[in-house]
T-cell receptor
């Protein structure tokens, strides 16, 4: 059972480039989340989804886009990368809503130069 | 979502019991209290969840007073490997929609030999 899988693990982008961070879960979870974590800080919610076809903004959505065409996948798109988007990105999933146990991926470390 | 307040950091010696208290004064009737642990360069990991009184598992205990306005995570006889950031979250697992997982700053626990 793989749980939550994120790819890539590391990536360096140049300013203005775009990329998609992939997230897949095999637990048939309804809820999926994207967070970013800057050095020494807590996790900030970027976007979340309560099911296929449904997404909503979190605390820091600017500069990002998401889609949820299947239950398993929840990709995060960065358009026109900026140095402020240098961070570690975590994807998570849970079966129920905000009060339940969530499972996290291993993270993607992104550097924008 | 109920707002939570935790100490920013705590230090402890190996072998001691560590208690981390979280305040959640506006907790709702259906909210559960969940604690996560995050090691450096890893995603958070669920450690314990409770609704009232006391919950114990192989990792920790969670104490919740009758008014549920606070909770205490207790780690027995900590070791160096317990050095991590601990997050307290409060949420209703059955309420869909606008109840995503939102993390605060957490408590940075440093265990000293």
């Amino acid at each position: 059972n793989a749980g939550v899988t994120q790819t890539p693990k590391f990536r360096i982008l140049k300013i203005g480039q775009s990329m998609t961070l992939q997230c897949a879960q095999d637990m048939n979870h309804n809820y999926m989340y994207w967070y970013r974590q800057d050095p020494g800080m807590g996790l900030k919610l970027i976007y979340y989804s309560v099911g296929a076809g449904i997404t909503d903004k979190g605390e820091v959505p600017n500069g990002y886009n998401v889609s949820r065409s299947t239950t398993e996948d929840f990709p995060l798109r960065l358009e026109l990368a900026a140095p402020s988007q240098t961070s570690v990105y975590f994807c998570a999933s849970s079966y129920l809503a905000g009060g339940t146990e969530a499972f996290f991926g291993q993270g993607t470390r992104l550097t924008v130069v | 979502l109920a707002k939570t307040t935790q100490p920013i950091s705590m230090d402890s010696y190996e072998g001691q019991e560590v208690n981390i208290t979280c305040s959640h004064n506006n907790i709702a009737t259906n909210d559960y209290i969940t604690w996560y642990q995050q090691f450096p360069s890893q995603g958070p990991r669920f450690i314990i969840q409770g609704y009232k009184t006391k919950v114990t598992n192989e990792v920790a205990s969670l104490f919740i007073p009758a008014d549920r306005k606070s909770s205490t995570l207790s780690l027995p006889r900590v070791s160096l490997s317990d050095t991590a950031v601990y997050y307290c979250l409060v949420g209703d697992m059955l309420r869909s929609g606008n109840t995503p997982l939102v993390f605060g700053k957490g408590t940075r626990l440093s265990v000293i030999a």
